[in-house]
């Protein structure tokens, strides 16, 4: 990768983390919905000629004992402390 790519991709993976937190307390202080979702095409792919690449951010409601293969575990970071 370049160096700009490089610079790119470390500000997606920031503004991911950010994402992510904002999702955990939203939920967590009952100000946003646990069903919401996002998402937008990017209108052309090098891999598929003539293709289009979906990006899509969604959130749901799973059953903790659910069979998920996560890296990060089902507990929330964050805690709601009062």
């Known amino acids: 990768m370049s160096e700009t790519a490089n610079i790119r991709f470390e500000r997606i993976e920031r503004l991911l983390c950010e994402l992510r937190y904002e999702v955990e307390r939203g939920m967590m202080e009952h100000e946003i919905d646990e069903t919401i979702g996002f998402q937008f095409v990017v209108p052309l792919s090098r891999a598929i000629p003539d293709g289009v690449v979906m990006c899509e951010f969604r959130t749901r409601p799973l059953p903790r004992h659910a ?3 996560l890296s990060a575990p ?3 970071r964050l805690k709601v402390v009062k």
């Open 67 to 69: 069979a998920w293969s």
């Open 74 to 76: 089902l507990e929330p």
